[in-house]
C-alpha cells in the first residue's frame, strides 16, 4: 500500500510538474510575442517612412529630369533662351518616359508686369505672343514682387516648417535652382540679366521659364507608377496610398483605392510633404529634418543628382501643399501588427495545446500500461492457483497410488476419474487462455453454420452439467418456440455460453439457481435473438459494469471474498460473439445477481409474417 501511494504522489507530482513547464512555456510566449510585434511595429514603420521618402525622392527625380534639360545659362540673351528652349523640349519628350507630363512652356519677363508673355508652340517649336492663363495670375502676382528685388526678400517663400518658424532662407543666386507652384502646377526657373536693369530699381532684369505640368498625367500614371513600385506587393498594394493638395478642404489628386483619402474617420500611418522640407503634414509619422536644415530654423536647398537643386515650393500659404498618404491595408499598422500577434499567439498556444494533449497521453498511457502491468500480474497468480488445484489432486492421487493405498478396482475407478477430472479441468484452463490469445491476435478461425437455438443451449448445459450438478444449482430452461435459426460457429458459441454459465455457478452464492431464456427481440431496429443467462448471486456493482469485459480485470469484492479465477471468461466471450456478428450485454445490481444477454441477428432474416407469429405469441 505504501508503494502504491508513493507511485501515485510521484505520478502527481510528474502531472504538476509538466502543467507548471507548459504554464512557463505559455508565459515565456506571450511576452515573447509582444516584443517581437513591438519590433515588427517598429520595423514597419520605419519600412513605411523610407517608402515615403523613396516616394517623393522620385517625384521630385522625374521632375528635375525636366528642368535639367532646359537648363538655360544667364549669359545667353532671350533669343537664345527661346531658341534653346525649343530644341531642348522635344528632345526631352523623345527620351522622356511620360513625354505628355509637361502641357506647355511659357517665357515671361518681369518688366511692367505686363500678363503677355510667350508661349511654346508644340507643332513649330517657335515662340509666339500669348496671355498668360488666368490660372497663373497667382503666381505672376508672386513672380512679380520677386523680381523687383535682387534676390528674393525673406518670407516671399512659403515657411518651411511649423508655422511661427522663421522663414526659409532665399535660394542661392545661380541658374540651377527652380521652384514648383504646387497649385497649378508649375515649374519655374529664373533667369537674371546681369547686364539689363530693372526700369525702377536698377536691378537686374529676371527673365522666368514657367513649364507646366499635365495633372492628369501625374494623377493617372506618375503616382500610381510611383505607389505600386514603393507600396506594392505580392497580393497588391500592402499600403493604401493617396496624395492630397491643401490642409483644410483638401482634394484628392490620386487614391489607391475609393473613399480611403476622403474617410475623415481615420488617420493615416504617415503622411509627408512631397515638395520643400520633408516633414509630416496633419498627423502620422515624425520624420527627421533633412540634412543642412533643422526644425524652426529654415530649410536649405540641396543639389539633387541631377545636378538641379532641390524643388522648392513658390507659395506662401500651405493651401497648395502637396502630401502623399499611407494607410496600411489592415487598417494601421498598429491593427495589422496586432493580427500578426494574434495568428501567432494562437499558432503557438496550438502548439502548446498539442503539446499539452500529447503529454496528457503519455500519462494516460502510463497510467494504463500501470493498470495492464498489475493486472497481468493478477492474472499470472490467478491463473497459477487456477493450474494447482487441479495439479495438486492429481499429484495427490497418483502419490496415493503410487504409496499403495489404493489397492481395490473400486479405489481405482474412483482415483482414476479424479485425476481424468482434474486433468480435464486443467486443459479446459490451457485451451481458455490459448483461445484468447488467438481471439486478440485474430488468428482464430470460424466455421459459421445455421443452427437452432435450442441445439446449441442443450449442448452447452450438457457439457457443464456434471459441474451444475456438483455444485448442487438448479438450471431452469425458457426456450421460446419458433424461434428464428441463428448463423454461427457452434464450438464458438458453445464455448461463450459456457464461460457465461460458469460464471453463474462460481458467482451464484447461495440461492444456487442458474435461469437460461431464449426469445426473440423485436424492440430494437432489427430482430434479435437474445440468449439470456441468470444468476441470483452477489452482483456486480454500477460502476464495475464497463470493466468486467476488460482482460485480466476482476472485482475487488470478488478477490475479496478469495473466489478465484482468470479473468478471461467474460472477455473470451464477447470477443467471439463479436466475431459472429453479435453483442454481449450485462445487467446486474449487488446483491441480486446478475444476467448476461447474447444478442445474435436472425440467419437470413426474418418474414414479416413469421415476426407477427412470433410477436404475438410473446405477447400472450
Not at 504617415?270 to 543642412?292: E, K, R, V, W
Not at 487456477?386 to 481405482?412: K, M, W, Y
Not at 438448479?474 to 455460453?497: C, G, H, T
Request: with cysteine.
Amino acid at each position: 500500500m505504501m508503494i502504491r501511494l508513493s507511485e501515485n504522489a510521484g505520478m502527481a507530482v510528474l502531472v504538476l510538474g509538466l502543467a507548471a513547464v507548459l504554464l512557463a512555456l505559455g508565459v515565456l510566449q506571450y511576452r515573447s510575442s509582444l516584443q517581437v510585434s513591438e519590433a515588427t511595429s517598429e520595423q514597419m514603420q520605419a519600412s513605411l517612412r523610407g517608402s515615403l521618402m523613396d516616394m517623393r525622392m522620385a517625384l521630385e527625380r522625374e521632375l528635375t529630369l525636366i528642368c535639367r534639360d532646359l537648363q538655360v545659362r544667364d549669359t545667353d540673351s532671350d533669343m537664345e533662351i527661346m531658341t534653346q528652349l525649343g530644341g531642348r523640349v522635344e528632345q526631352w519628350r523623345r527620351a522622356a518616359s511620360h513625354p505628355e507630363l509637361v502641357s506647355s512652356v511659357f517665357v515671361w519677363q518681369a518688366d511692367a508686369g505686363h500678363h503677355q508673355g510667350l508661349q511654346l508652340d508644340p507643332a513649330s517649336g517657335d515662340f509666339e505672343k500669348s496671355n498668360l492663363p488666368a490660372q497663373f495670375e497667382p503666381l505672376r502676382q508672386q513672380l512679380l514682387q520677386m523680381s523687383e528685388f535682387p534676390s528674393p526678400p525673406r518670407g516671399m517663400l512659403k515657411p518651411s516648417f511649423a508655422p511661427g518658424s522663421p522663414a526659409a532662407i532665399p535660394p542661392p543666386q545661380d541658374s540651377e535652382f527652380w521652384m514648383i507652384d504646387e497649385n497649378i502646377p508649375a515649374l519655374v526657373h529664373r533667369v537674371v540679366k546681369p547686364g539689363a536693369a530693372h526700369p525702377r530699381h536698377k536691378a537686374p532684369a529676371v527673365t522666368w521659364i514657367i513649364v507646366e505640368l499635365n495633372l492628369q498625367v501625374l494623377s493617372q500614371q506618375i503616382l500610381p507608377e510611383l505607389s505600386q513600385r514603393y507600396f506594392g506587393g505580392k497580393g497588391g498594394l500592402v499600403y493604401q496610398v493617396a496624395v492630397l493638395r491643401g490642409d483644410a478642404q483638401p482634394s484628392v489628386l490620386y487614391a489607391s483605392g475609393p473613399g480611403f483619402a476622403n474617410d475623415a474617420g481615420t488617420t493615416p500611418d504617415a503622411s509627408l510633404t512631397l515638395f520643400g522640407p520633408p516633414m509630416p503634414m496633419g498627423g502620422g509619422l515624425a520624420l527627421a529634418p533633412p540634412a543642412g536644415g533643422r526644425a524652426g530654423t529654415g530649410f536649405r536647398p540641396m543639389r539633387s543628382a541631377n545636378g538641379i537643386g532641390r524643388l522648392e515650393p513658390l507659395r506662401n500659404s500651405n493651401d497648395g501643399d502637396w502630401k502623399v498618404v499611407a494607410r496600411h491595408r489592415e487598417g494601421s499598422v498598429e491593427a495589422a501588427v496586432a493580427g500578426m500577434r494574434r495568428r501567432n499567439l494562437a499558432l503557438n498556444f496550438g502548439i502548446l495545446l498539442v503539446l499539452a494533449v500529447t503529454m496528457g497521453l503519455i500519462v494516460v498511457a502510463s497510467l494504463r500500461a500501470r493498470k495492464l502491468a498489475q493486472l497481468q500480474m493478477d492474472f499470472v497468480a490467478n491463473v497459477s492457483h487456477e493450474l494447482r488445484t487441479p495439479l495438486t489432486g492429481i499429484l495427490s492421487a497418483a502419490q496415493n497410488i503410487a504409496d499403495g493405498v489404493v489397492d481395490s478396482p473400486h479405489q481405482f475407478t474412483r482415483y482414476g476419474s479424479a485425476i481424468a477430472g482434474q486433468a480435464q479441468q486443467l486443459s479446459d484452463l490451457v485451451e481458455q487462455i490459448l483461445l484468447f490469445s488467438a481471439t486478440q491476435k485474430d488468428r482464430h478461425r470460424y466455421n459459421f453454420e445455421t443452427l437452432p437455438v435450442s441445439r446449441l443451449v442443450d449442448k452447452a448445459v450438457s457439457s457443464l452439467a456434471a459441474t451444475i450438478h456438483s455444485s448442487g444449482f438448479v438450471v431452469e430452461k425458457q426456450i421460446a418456440p419458433d424461434l428464428p435459426q441463428v448463423r454461427v460457429d457452434a464450438k464458438a458459441f458453445a464455448q461463450s455460453l459456457q464461460n457465461l454459465i460458469a460464471n453463474a455457478v462460481k458467482y451464484g452464492g447461495e440461492a444456487r439457481w442458474i435461469g437460461i431464456s431464449a426469445s426473440l427481440e423485436t424492440s430494437s431496429p432489427q430482430p434479435e435473438v437474445a440468449i439470456t443467462v441468470a444468476d441470483r448471486g452477489i452482483g456486480v456493482a454500477a460502476s464495475e459494469l464497463s470493466h468486467i469485459f476488460e482482460p485480466f480485470y476482476r472485482s475487488p469484492s470478488v478477490t475479496s471474498a478469495q473466489i478465484h479465477g482468470s479473468g478471461l471468461g467474460l472477455p473470451l466471450a464477447k470477443s467471439m460473439v463479436r466475431a459472429m456478428g453479435g453483442r454481449l450485454t450485462a445487467k446486474s445490481s449487488p446483491g441480486n445477481g446478475s444476467a448476461f444477454t447474447i444478442h445474435l441477428p436472425p440467419a437470413g432474416g426474418i418474414a414479416e409474417d413469421s415476426l407477427a407469429t412470433v410477436t404475438a405469441k410473446s405477447d400472450s
